[in-house]
C-alpha cells in the first residue's frame, strides 16, 4: 500500500474556495490512479473525483462537477482537488485515495490506499 497523507482543509464560507493536496510515498505514484472521496457525518463515503495515471482521464460527481477539479503532479507525487463555488454541502471529511491500476476509477472498493482524511466545512 502507499502511504497518503492530505492537507488543504478548513473552513470558508459558501462561494469560497479550498485546494486540497495529497502527497503519497511508498510506491510508484506515477502508475497509480488516484481519487478523491468524502464522507458526512452520519452518511456514507462517496465519489468526489479521479484521476488516471496521466491525467489525462478524469471523472467527477454530478454534484462538483463544473465546480472542482482534479489535478496530478507525479514528478512531486502529489495530487490536487481544487474546489470552487462552495456549498454547506459540500461539508465532509475529505479522503485522498490510491489504487495498483493505472486508471481512474470510481468505486471506492477500487482503491487499496487511503489518506487519513482532512475535514472540510462551509458555512453559509
Known amino acids: 500500500q502507499a502511504q497518503l497523507v492530505e492537507s488543504g482543509g478548513g473552513l470558508v464560507q459558501a462561494g469560497g474556495s479550498l485546494r486540497l493536496s495529497c502527497t503519497g510515498s511508498g510506491r510508484a505514484f506515477s502508475t497509480n490512479g488516484m481519487g478523491w472521496f468524502r464522507q458526512a457525518p452520519g452518511k456514507e463515503r462517496n465519489f468526489v473525483a479521479a484521476?488516471?495515471?496521466?491525467?489525462?482521464?478524469?471523472y467527477y460527481a454530478d454534484s462538483v462537477k463544473g465546480r472542482f477539479t482534479i489535478s496530478r503532479d507525479n514528478a512531486k507525487n502529489t495530487v490536487w482537488l481544487q474546489m470552487n463555488s462552495l456549498k454547506p454541502d459540500d461539508t465532509a471529511v475529505y479522503y485522498c485515495?490510491?489504487?495498483?491500476?493505472?486508471?481512474?476509477?470510481?468505486?471506492?472498493?477500487?482503491?487499496?490506499?487511503w489518506g487519513q482524511g482532512t475535514q472540510v466545512t462551509v458555512f453559509s
Open positions: 484521476i488516471s495515471w496521466s491525467g489525462v482521464t478524469t
Open positions: 485515495a490510491g489504487r495498483l491500476g493505472i486508471e481512474a476509477a470510481l468505486a471506492s472498493y477500487e482503491y487499496d490506499s
